[in-house]
């Protein structure tokens, strides 16, 4: 394991609901990465917190939103979402604040979404 | 604009023979860049990284080249295993001056057969 956790690994939801992404990391790092995986696309960076400021938010549509409360934990909260924003959604942490050169990131299982 | 393309698409061999997946850049100014796998259901995990002065990197069974001239990584597996089977991905970054940004590949999906 990465020392990165995930949760809940698979979610289906309706387009009028609500629900949240969880993740933590076990390796005393500094940085926290939200990103999107979709089939035959490259990873899509969609959030980056540094020292438990964002510090990036690569034109992410509103729906999503992102919530760091300690350099442990990266929340992400989804309401009113599309099909379209059906994905597998990756959280990572880096050691070194975002940017850093040899900026390592460890990535979690991933929480497959499906909206219906 | 930065871009990676990585090659094949797709791959299917037989355990125990060899393979060389390969990744094209355009990315400006380079930094450094990584191989990642990605098993089926799991999160990337980092495999190598090569900054600028360097043009081979091994881990076990796997051995990255990198040629900054041309812009050409290639990464090659030797004896493969069933385990192997996974996603490849080649992540390439770019000095910025808020520091570095990377750039993914939509990755070589490898599948060892018996």
């Not at chain 1, 990036?56 to 992400?76: A, G, K, Q, T, Y």
């Not at chain 2, 990284?49 to 290639?74: C, H, P, V, W």
């Not at chain 2, 030797?78 to 991905?89: E, K, R």
Request: some cysteine; glycine content about 6%; charged content about 15%.
């Amino acid at each position: 394991e990465t020392g990165v956790t995930q949760t809940p690994r698979h979610l289906v939801m309706g387009m009028t609901n609500k629900k949240s992404l969880k993740c933590e990391q076990h390796l005393g790092h500094n940085a926290m990465y939200w990103y999107k995986q979709s089939a035959k696309k490259p990873l899509e960076l969609m959030f980056v917190y540094s020292l438990e400021e964002r510090v990036e938010n690569n034109s992410v549509p509103s729906r999503f939103s992102p919530e760091c409360p300690n350099s442990s934990h990266l929340f992400l909260h989804l309401h009113t979402l599309q099909p379209e924003d059906s994905a597998l959604y990756l959280c990572a942490s880096s050691q070194d604040p975002a940017g850093a050169t040899y900026n390592e990131q460890f990535f979690g299982p991933g929480t497959r979404l499906t909206v219906l | 604009k930065n871009q990676v393309e990585q090659s094949p698409q797709s791959l299917i061999i037989l355990e125990g023979k060899n393979c060389t997946l390969q990744c094209n850049y355009t990315v400006s100014p380079f930094s450094n860049l990584r191989w990642y796998k990605q098993d089926t259901g799991r999160g990337p995990v980092s495999l190598t990284i090569m900054t600028f002065s360097e043009n081979t990197k091994s881990n076990g069974r796997y051995t990255a080249t990198l040629d900054a001239d041309t812009k050409q990584s290639s990464l090659h597996i030797t004896a493969s295993q069933l385990s192997d089977s996974a996603s490849y991905i080649c992540v390439v970054s770019a000095k910025t001056g808020g520091g570095n940004k990377l750039t993914f590949g939509t990755g070589t999906q490898l599948k060892v057969e018996l």
